[in-house]
């Protein structure tokens, strides 16, 4: 492997492996997936498309609040990842059926504590697989129980998508529509394109939606809503 992240995530999953750092059952039993996976020869581990989402993810996103430990302020400062945001997005789009480009993961549970950069994280990976996805002309849709809450991934990515100048109303590519009847985000990039929209809950309505990335913002609803 020579991605430049590489080293990173191979750290943290040994650190979980060895029992250097404290870890729940769960995250374990995905780190031992993980290896199982790594000596698997059904499988193949390819770099290109989680050092695109990393690289992409750091060098264009920026926080839009929040504070460090000590209070120090993080607006407009970029968007670094966490070794175990790496970890996430080299299974998710690094692990290949041995010889084809067809990804082994189409699907993702992610679980990470209140306040710890969870939503964020969500968008900015959309953002950077939407991107990487364009030349099928990638469409992704952001979806949770209430609207406020879809909005919280989409406001993320308006706001730097106007901090790079990026807006077409300041002679960007991406035209961004936020008003009561839509909340999306598109671009035409010549080589492909993009779009992403923030939805409110309504399964009788999103039933027929055609994406090939999709958010489901916090799923842990009350059970009458998880049951529909």
């Known amino acids: ?21 404290n870890a729940w059952t769960e995250l374990r ?32 996103l920026c926080h839009q609040q929040g504070e460090k430990l000590d209070g120090t302020p993080l607006r407009g400062t970029p968007f670094l990842l966490e070794p ?10 690094g692990f290949k059926l041995a010889g084809t480009n067809t990804v082994r993961f189409h699907e993702a549970m992610i679980f990470i504590p209140r306040k710890n950069i969870k939503t964020t994280f969500a968008a900015s ?15 992704t849709y952001i979806a949770s129980a209430a609207l406020m809450q879809s909005l919280e991934s989409f406001n993320f990515l308006k706001y730097n998508v106007r901090r790079m100048g990026e807006d077409i109303k ?7 529509i936020d008003n009561n009847n839509e909340h999306s985000i598109e671009a035409d990039l010549g ?20 994406c090939n990335i999709a958010i489901a913002d916090r799923v842990l609803s009350p059970a009458s809503e998880m049951a529909r």
């Open 29 to 60: 039993q995905a780190v031992e997936r993980f290896f199982r996976d790594l000596d698997n020869p059904e499988y193949e581990m390819d770099s290109k498309a989680p050092e695109f989402c990393i690289g992409i993810i750091e060098k264009t």
């Open 125 to 139: 990976l959309a953002w950077a697989l939407s991107l990487w996805y364009r030349r099928s002309g990638s469409k």
């Open 84 to 93: 175990f945001h790496k970890f996430i997005i080299y299974n998710l789009v």
């Open 191 to 210: 080589d492909g394109s993009f779009y992403i929209r923030a939805l409110a809950a309504n399964p009788d309505a999103q039933d027929s939606l055609n």
């Open 1 to 21: 492997m020579t991605g430049k992240n590489w080293p990173a995530v191979l750290e943290y999953a040994e650190s979980i492996r060895d029992g250097r750092k």
């Open 170 to 176: 300041d002679g960007g590519a991406v035209r961004v």
